[in-house]
């Protein structure tokens, strides 16, 4: 299957801090998310990036869909004790067939916010 | 509106034993998917229908799960016999459309496989 590699698998950082994850694969994408978890949750979408370059913004969070189509990142501003959660960037393959539409998700970004 | 909803939260049997996942999607979306969470593999695509018709099974580990669509407000998610290594979460998400990437996921079922 597709691989989307997602940086840091972790990230331990104090309350107000700003924070930044990515996501990179090896194949072009036309659709990049990026979703939350909350512990004994399913995930929850945050922001949607359709085109190359498409920059977005969520209250704190801010997405942009890189030019190249194959990368991704998310940032937090001031982070808060509530952005706890595991973080996955997900893509929507260019293609035919049966993988049309199919999501491919990263392996998550563990984020821990200290007081 | 209500979600996504999954039964049971919690499953926990004995290996050899016949587990049964429930989901009932969102009214009015046409793609639903079963997804299984685990440490080692994070979230895998095990199986997708597009009006109730399965689209793409290439994700199921194996002939002892198999899912099924009846309707548009059911599917079932069946593992025979069950086996330790299919501990996981498993979780089903909906969309509309066919715009699958706004997918909304429910609370999933935490499975243990003793």
């Known amino acids: 299957g597709q691989q989307l590699n997602q940086s840091p698998q972790s990230m331990f950082i104090q309350e107000g801090e700003d924070v930044s994850m990515n996501c990179t694969s090896s194949?072009?994408?036309?659709?990049w998310l990026w979703y939350k978890q909350d512990p004994g949750e399913g995930p929850v979408l945050l922001i949607a990036?359709?085109?190359?370059?498409e920059l977005t913004s969520n209250g704190r969070l801010t997405a942009q869909f890189g030019i190249t189509r194959k990368d991704s990142f998310l940032n937090i501003s001031a982070s808060i004790p509530s952005d706890v959660g595991i973080y996955f960037c997900?893509?929507?393959?260019?293609?035919?067939?049966?993988?049309?539409?199919?999501?491919?998700f990263g392996r998550g970004t563990q984020l821990t916010v200290w007081p | 509106d209500a979600g996504v909803i999954q039964s049971p939260r919690h499953e926990v049997t004995e290996m050899g034993q016949e587990v049964t996942l429930r989901c009932k999607p969102i009214?009015?979306?046409?793609?639903l998917f079963w997804y299984r969470q685990t440490m080692m593999r994070g979230l895998e695509l095990l199986i997708y229908?597009?009006?109730?018709?399965?689209?793409?099974d290439s994700g199921m580990p194996e002939d002892r799960f198999s899912a099924k669509m009846p309707n548009a407000s059911f599917s079932t998610l069946k593992i025979q016999p069950s086996e330790p290594r299919d501990s996981a979460v498993y979780f089903c998400a909906s969309s509309r459309q066919g715009v699958n990437e706004k997918l909304f996921f429910g609370s999933g079922t935490q499975l243990s496989v003793l």
């Open positions: 009214s009015g979306h046409d793609y």
């Open positions: 229908f597009n009006n109730n018709v399965p689209i793409d």
């Open positions: 997900a893509g929507q393959l260019v293609g035919r067939g049966s993988t049309l539409g199919r999501l491919y």
């Open positions: 990036l359709y085109k190359a370059g």
């Open positions: 194949s072009i994408f036309n659709t």
